[in-house]
T-cell receptor, first 111, second 111 residues
Framework: ETGVTQTPRHLVMGMTNKKSLKCEQHLGHNAMYWYKQSAKKPLELMFVYNFKEQTENNSVPSRFSPECPNSSHLFLHLHTLQPEDSALYLC??????????FGNGTRLTVT | DQQVKQNSPSLSVQEGRISILNCDYTNSMFDYFLWYKKYPAEGPTFLISISSIKDKNEDGRFTVFLNKSAKHLSLHIVPSQPGDSAVYFCAARVNDYKLSFGAGTTVTVRA
């Protein structure tokens, strides 16, 4: 149990599909993050939410749409994705100056 | 613009020997550095960190060294154990702002 739970663990979707990734943290943290990890590349920050407010959008294409209904839940809505969007999507949370606490990720494949 | 670089994508070391992982950075404003460890099918987990006011931090078998003049960070694992086989990410930040990650080094500890 990592304290940060991501579902689904694996997702295969076509380019015309709409799907959502879910993240839930049980650590009482007030900030939540979406990262993208492509093979052999650094983790790329996508979005940051502090106390449910989006504080960072790292030039992410609009086909990725985040939602943070409360401090414990974070979603990433996906639509009309491209094959190059296939990657591991990681959710993380933290409070204050603590290190990021990551979930196990969703392995996304776009066909 | 990749500000944190891990130039060795992989490292193989014999059990019981020392593993040395290297990380170089370009942003002289970075004031905090972290190492994360990632097993397959799991998210990264925090391993050890160091503030820019220090040049060494030790935690059990893990020691991080910081050379600010060279903009170089290293992680030493001694003795290396089979359970240390994983991908190790170096990360850095400025004033608690977003983390910049390296691409990772895959460590394989041979029995």
């Amino acid at each position: 149990e990592t304290g940060v739970t991501q579902t689904p663990r694996h997702l295969v979707m076509g380019m015309t599909n709409k799907k959502s990734l879910k993240c839930e943290q049980h650590l009482g943290h007030n900030a939540m993050y979406w990262y993208k990890q492509s093979a052999k590349k650094p983790l790329e920050l996508m979005f940051v939410y502090n106390f449910k407010e989006q504080t960072e959008n790292n030039s992410v294409p609009s086909r990725f749409s985040p939602e943070c209904p409360n401090s414990s839940h974070l979603f990433l809505h996906l639509h009309t994705l491209q094959p190059e969007d296939s990657a591991l999507y990681l959710c993380a949370s933290r409070s204050g100056y603590s290190p990021l606490h990551f979930g196990n990720g969703t392995r996304l494949t776009v066909t | 613009d990749q500000q944190v670089k891990q130039n060795s994508p992989s490292l193989s070391v014999q059990e019981g020997r020392i593993s040395i992982l290297n990380c170089d950075y370009t942003n002289s404003m970075f004031d905090y550095f972290l190492w994360y460890k990632k097993y397959p099918a799991e998210g990264p987990t925090f391993l050890i960190s160091i503030s820019s006011i220090k040049d060494k931090n030790e935690d059990g078998r893990f020691t991080v060294f910081l050379n600010k003049s060279a903009k170089h960070l290293s992680l030493h694992i001694v003795p290396s154990q089979p359970g240390d086989s994983a991908v190790y990410f170096c990360a850095a930040r400025v004033n608690d702002y977003k983390l910049s990650f390296g691409a990772g080094t895959t460590v394989t500890v041979r029995a």
